[in-house]
């Protein structure tokens, strides 16, 4: 199994990308692939409707393209600025929106997480994530929220929390037995 995972975040320091790198590994079998994207190397001009009619789609947001399409599962966490989502994310999937005939996500099952140092641990953005990647074609399977990182989530370890970690587990052992069924449905 090919699984992309990626923080919807630019931060250089991201605890969004330290918890799906971390939640990443629960997926790992012997002959799966994990790619872990860092937005960052997908940095775009600001979308416009003048810009991409002066400039066309930048190929950066078809190398974005790409690494959904080899994909058979996403793991994403968002980063919440200000109750939405973190702009390089936001600039980036308009972009790709822009490709023609082309949903997003391309009808891929996906799991959907957020963290933050506060208490609701970015359940806004999660929340508007829940609602709109249905819409730009994921599969939403789970989503899950780690609430005061800092003091819940350990590198090395993962999350810490004991309550936290058992809700997680259980939720990657749901998406594995969604995905197992999936992928002997498509057989």
């Known amino acids: ?42 940095d775009m001009i600001l979308f416009s409707k003048e810009r ?5 789609i930048p190929s950066l947001a078809y190398t974005f393209a790409e690494k959904i399409d080899q994909a058979d599962f996403i793991l994403i966490s968002f980063a919440e600025n200000n109750g939405n989502y973190n702009v390089a994310y936001k600039n980036l999937v308009d972009w790709v929106s822009r490709i023609p005939n082309r949903k997003i996500f391309k009808n891929k099952p996906v799991f959907v997480m957020a963290t933050s ?49 058992s809700q ?6 749901k998406t594995k037995r969604i995905l197992k069924q999936k992928l002997e449905q498509n057989k």
């Open 52 to 56: 991409e009619k002066e400039l066309g």
């Open 117 to 165: 140092n506060g208490k609701r641990g970015g359940q806004s953005v999660l929340e508007i994530a829940i609602n709109r990647l249905p819409f730009d074609g994921a599969d939403v399977l789970e989503n899950y929220s780690l609430p005061e990182f800092s003091q819940n989530f350990e590198e090395g370890k993962g999350v810490t929390n004991v309550i936290l970690r």
């Open 1 to 42: 199994m090919n699984i992309l995972a990626f923080a919807a975040s630019n931060s250089a320091q991201s605890i969004n990308k330290k918890l799906v790198t971390s939640v990443s590994k629960y997926y790992k079998e012997s002959d799966d692939v994990i790619e872990i994207l860092d937005l960052n190397d997908f």
């Open 168 to 173: 997680l587990e259980a939720k990657v052992r």
